[in-house]
């Protein structure tokens, strides 16, 4: 499968972004999408993911009750709804994919990547 993210910019720390992932050439149904985030000078950081079907969604610590995540299996697209955003959240965010795996949370479960989209976040 293939995934195109997007919807990056720049914005005020305050505001609202929505990020968009198409995927395509696959089954996009037996997917788990996650969204990972990647500041400059740090590590991939995992923002949260959902279940094929929509119903288990899990997020980090560090996002959660600022973003959601959604995804529309008919059109092959997952979502993620920032707000509140803040200056540390800026960081090139990638959707990615995967069938199975023991760690959600783990970049190294994920095996299909899109290229990111950068978001910055202005004081």
């Known amino acids: 499968v293939q995934l195109q993210a997007s919807g990056g910019g720049l914005v005020q720390a305050g505001d609202s972004l929505r990020l968009s992932c198409a995927a395509s050439g696959g089954t996009f149904i037996k997917f788990i999408m996650g969204w990972f985030r990647q500041a400059p000078g740090k590590e991939r950081e995992f923002v949260g993911r959902i279940s094929w079907s929509g119903r288990s969604i899990y997020y980090a610590d560090s996002v959660k009750g600022r973003v959601t995540i959604s995804r529309d299996n008919a059109e092959k697209m997952t979502y993620l709804q920032m707000n509140s955003l803040k200056p540390e959240d800026t960081a090139v965010y990638y959707c990615?994919?995967?069938?199975?795996?023991?760690?959600?949370?783990?970049?190294?479960?994920?095996?299909?990547w899109g290229q990111g989209t950068l978001v910055t976040v202005s004081s």
């Open positions: 990615a994919a995967k069938i199975s795996g023991w760690d959600d949370s783990s970049s190294y479960d994920y095996d299909y």
